[in-house]
């Protein structure tokens, strides 16, 4: 049920923007991006560590940014963000 709940929220969403973000701190929900992937959503994962230096992140995210403009620009994408801070 979790499942159906999730794929109608994502169409609903993806009606509206091309962008979805995902945060998932403890990695619980892994499983829902893979049926995502399994239903033809692009899914760019990215794991946050709180102890990286802080021009590490802005690197990370401008990364990201580049990513998903360059090659996904007209496509809907999802963003699925981890943290390692709540291990």
């Known amino acids: 049920m979790?499942?159906?709940?999730f794929l109608q929220d994502?169409?609903?969403e993806m009606a509206v923007?091309?962008?979805v973000l995902v945060l998932d701190?403890?990695?619980e929900y892994d499983f829902l991006l893979r049926l995502a992937e399994e239903k033809g959503y692009v899914v760019v994962r990215t794991?946050?560590?709180?102890n990286n230096e802080h021009w590490k992140?802005?690197?990370?995210?401008l990364q990201l940014r580049y990513l998903i403009e360059t090659e996904y620009r007209d496509s809907p994408v999802i963003?699925?963000?981890t943290c390692k801070?709540?291990?």
């Open 25 to 27: 701190p403890l990695r």
């Open 57 to 61: 992140r802005v690197y990370d995210e």
């Open 10 to 12: 994502l169409q609903k």
């Open 17 to 19: 923007r091309n962008r």
């Open 85 to 87: 801070c709540l291990k």
């Open 79 to 81: 963003i699925y963000a």
């Open 47 to 50: 794991d946050i560590d709180i």
């Open 2 to 5: 979790t499942e159906q709940w």
